[in-house]
């Protein structure tokens, strides 16, 4: 069994939107047998991106599950979205994940999306890697592209392969390490090739630059390569893995996932570099007093398990997604919500593979799995076989624009309200309130575009229309000063006549007007 987790990967794909997350997750999964066809976003047909909402919008929306297997590794990818609209799906999701593969776009260069995903990486200690990705593109450029990730990632970026021709000459790959160098067909297999002539130089600086980085991390490296002596390509590589698993840095592969090339790069990467569950050792949580209790990934140890996204469907209910901690789960039982303080009890046990949830018989530490209808658990609980103690979960974005909604028809007003609650329960970047002053229902999230798309969900997943308005202000006024007035009455009526003095203190603007006389 412990065969099993050390042979297991879960890797976040992060970055920015547009820079070709879902498209590399496709070629993966074409590439590693999981998928009979290509996967491309801009028709619609890809295994990640598979709602409704994403094959329109062509971007992701949600963070995508599915695995594959290369080299008896058994790998978990997350396919998160990058759009700041919705990034609250990828950041409830990134303390489950082992390390994070951040996908750069090698013309733009990383954007802010990306240093919110790198700063998640470090708060977690995650060990990572960079893809500059669409090498093909015109204006792409791989040696700006890295430069950039040194400051957008706040680590030292370094590179393990360098590009063979640039834009739409770009064929190949020269591996830093080995030395070898690889030109790819159409289909994206790779050939050895002699390393260009007009590239020796460079690959020379290259190794030698990467030589240096590997042996500052071992004292009796240093001293073998200041001392002149060769290093061998084992010692190397033991040492680079040693840094690599201590997030000491961020090295760096070229690649094009639309044309296939240094896909098999990425795979071979993740099995020998990215850390097991057993790598990433003990997670830190807190028992009833508040004080920190280390869960290791021990699979005879008692159930512990962290709930990081709820998927909510009408008809077959809610579905909780959680990684597990310690222990091993059957494919039914009694859990205990220890955030909740609820029993819960499940029937079946899940495994994610993109829309699709395929029975499974059990998991072991570092398994990402779901059960369907648990009654009081949400995103960010802590399920136990029974101890009490509790994950930390990450903080959601607060939302940063607001607007009033409003059922399209009359019949729907009694079903918008519970839609909506049914949402927020799958959308922690969501947050639902009342106005009082103007009777108004206001929804707040990350962007226009994130309310637009949650409308369009409540009507396809719960038949409710949905109007979308700026909210009304409520003004005020307020008294700015003090003002006298005085009336006089007078008439002769004989006798002592009449005379009536009226004095009248009022606020302006507005406020009462307070008479005496």
């Known amino acids: 069994m412990s065969e099993e987790i050390k042979t297991m990967r879960n890797v976040a794909f992060a970055g920015h939107g547009g820079a070709g997350k879902t498209t590399l997750a496709e070629a993966m999964l ?24 994403e094959t329109k919008k062509q971007q992701s929306i949600n963070t995508s599950f599915i695995k594959y297997t290369h080299n008896k590794h058994t790998i978990t990818l997350m396919d998160t979205p990058g759009d700041q609209n919705f990034f609250s799906a990828a950041k409830t999701c990134f303390p489950v994940a082992d390390s994070m593969a951040f996908v750069i776009d090698g013309v733009g260069g990383p954007s802010a999306m990306t240093e919110e995903a790198a700063a998640s990486a470090i708060q977690y200690n995650l060990p990572g890697f960079v893809v500059i990705n669409k090498l093909d593109r015109e204006r792409a450029d791989f040696a700006t592209a890295v430069e950039a990730c040194q400051t957008a990632l706040k680590k030292k970026v370094i590179p393990v392969c360098y590009p063979i021709g640039s834009e739409e000459d770009f064929k190949g790959l020269v591996n830093i390490v080995s030395g070898k160098a690889y030109e790819y067909d159409a289909d994206g297999k790779p050939t050895q090739i002699d390393i260009p002539a007009d590239m020796a130089d460079d690959i020379e600086a290259a190794k030698e630059e990467f030589v240096e980085n590997v042996a500052e991390l071992d004292d009796d490296l240093l001293e073998k390569y200041l001392e002149g002596e060769e ?9 680079f893995r040693t840094g690599v698993l201590g997030a000491e840095f961020y090295p760096a ?41 280390e869960v ?27 990684r597990v901690i310690a222990g091993t789960l059957g494919k039914d039982g009694n859990i205990k919500n220890i955030t909740k303080n609820a029993k819960e009890r499940f029937s079946q046990l899940l495994e994610i593979a993109g829309s699709e949830q395929k029975p499974i018989s059990g998991a072991v530490p570092g398994a990402i799995v779901a059960v369907a209808k648990l009654k009081e658990t949400l995103t960010g609980d802590t399920i136990t076989a029974g101890q009490d103690i509790q994950i930390p979960a990450p903080k959601a974005l607060p939302p940063c624009i607001s607007f009033a909604i409003s059922p399209k028809s009359k019949s729907d007003e009694d079903k918008i309200h519970e839609a909506i609650r049914k949402i927020l329960e799958e959308d922690p970047g969501l947050e639902l309130t009342r106005n009082e002053e103007t009777r108004e229902t206001i929804l707040s999230g990350r962007g226009l575009v994130h309310i637009e798309i949650t409308a369009e969900k409540i009507q396809r997943k719960f038949n409710v229309g949905m109007d979308i308005a700026t909210p009304k202000v409520a003004y005020r006024e307020t008294f700015k000063k003090k003002v006298r007035v005085q009336g006089k009455h007078k008439k002769q009526s004989g006798g002592h006549g009449q005379y009536d003095v009226v004095e009248g203190h009022a606020q302006v603007p507005g406020g009462l007007l307070d008479l005496g006389q």
């Open 30 to 53: 074409f590439k590693a047998g999981v998928t009979k066809r290509l996967g491309k976003v801009e028709e619609g047909n890809t295994v990640m991106d598979f709602q409704p909402e």
């Open 231 to 239: 290093l061998t390509e084992e010692e190397l590589k033991a040492t």
């Open 253 to 293: 592969i070229a690649a094009s996932a639309a044309k296939m090339i240094g896909v098999d790069v990425v795979f071979d990467f993740i099995n020998d570099y990215m850390p097991s569950p057993l790598d990433r050792g003990a997670w830190i949580a807190k028992d009833a007093d508040g004080n920190d209790v």
């Open 296 to 322: 290791a990934p021990d699979p005879d140890g008692e159930f512990v398990g962290y709930v990081f996204a709820t998927i909510v469907d009408p008809y077959a209910g809610r579905l909780s997604l959680f």
